[in-house]
Nanobody, 114 residues
């Protein structure tokens, strides 16, 4: 399985971006899909997850601003990011978690200018 993250870029504070994580090689319908991020010099941190049953959970620092969703037909997970802040600047990674295995995508850079 491969996870291809895309949609990152440069945006001004207050702006929006939508990240995509497209899976190939296997279906992710049975996986819990998460987004994580890693800012320069920081550890990777969890941002949001959507379970195989489409339950969603968010880190406190993105609640009300970010929305995670999945499209089973496209085998893709999305992260809609609104009201972006400079502190959201990071490389964003998607992760697929099955019962016995896990897979990371390659990351997409989000830069929020003040």
């Amino acid at each position: 399985v491969q996870l291809q993250a895309s949609g990152g870029g440069l945006v001004q504070a207050g702006g929006s971006l939508r990240l995509s994580c497209a899976a190939s090689g296997t279906s992710i319908s049975s996986a819990d899909m998460g987004w994580y991020r890693q800012a320069p010099g920081d550890q990777r941190e969890w941002v949001a997850v959507i379970t195989s049953r489409s339950n969603t959970h968010y880190a406190d620092f993105v609640k009300g601003r970010f929305t995670i969703s999945r499209d089973s037909a496209k085998n893709t997970v999305y992260l809609q990011m609104n009201s972006l802040k400079p502190e959201d600047t990071a490389v964003y990674y998607c992760n697929a978690q099955w019962v016995l295995s896990s897979k990371w995508g390659q990351g997409t850079l989000v830069t929020v200018s003040s």
